[in-house]
């Protein structure tokens, strides 16, 4: 039994692996203005290592990084091109914001979700409203897999590659 593409697509999204090559684990809200008067602050102060370094940290947070959301959607879901947008996009990497690994090294590297880090603004996705859920923010993301898992367009798409790779290499519409 190979079980159903959702919870394959659902254990990828999580993988410490694909986080880390496609950079999601960096991926944040923006931080706060006081954390970026602070680390202002600190990049001018030559006295305060400590404080010098923590700023370069913040300096490293900023925002959200669209590649594994472009990923998810071009090769994982719905195909190139296909029923998104950039805006789109934009959504799925700011929804997936606080999907991170664990960074202790004397543990293994595991999938963590971190609130801190995560964007929660109302969201559009496809044409549909992404409700937003504070007490458990992680579960927005789980909602737009589960969007993009039920999308037709993904239906589509994985049906066509799968064709592709098992009956032929140019698979008639019909297939």
Not at 117 to 141: F, Y
Not at 150 to 168: D, E, N, Q, W
Request: aromatic fraction near 8%; hydrophobic fraction near 40%; charged fraction near 25%.
């Amino acid at each position: 039994a190979f079980g159903s593409f959702s919870a394959m697509l659902n254990k990828q999204a999580r993988h410490p692996a694909m986080l880390v090559y496609l950079d999601n684990y960096i991926s944040r809200a923006a931080p706060q203005r006081q954390l970026e008067e602070a680390a202002q602050r600190a990049l001018f102060s030559t006295r305060d290592f400590g404080a010098v370094m923590e700023a370069i940290d913040i300096e490293k947070m900023k925002g959200i990084n669209e590649n594994y959301a472009r990923e998810l959607m071009e090769l994982h879901t719905l195909g190139v091109d296909n029923h998104y947008t950039q805006e789109d996009v934009i959504t799925v990497a700011n929804i997936l914001t606080g999907w991170t690994v664990q960074q202790n090294p004397k543990e293994p590297i595991v999938f963590e979700f971190r609130k801190d880090m995560h964007a929660s603004e109302p969201r559009v996705l496809l044409s549909k409203r992404v409700p937003s859920i504070p007490a458990n923010p992680e579960m927005e993301g789980q909602y737009v897999l589960n969007m993009l898992v039920s999308h037709p367009g993904t239906a589509k798409f994985i049906s066509y590659k799968l064709c592709r790779h098992l009956v032929s290499d140019d698979p008639s519409a019909e297939l």
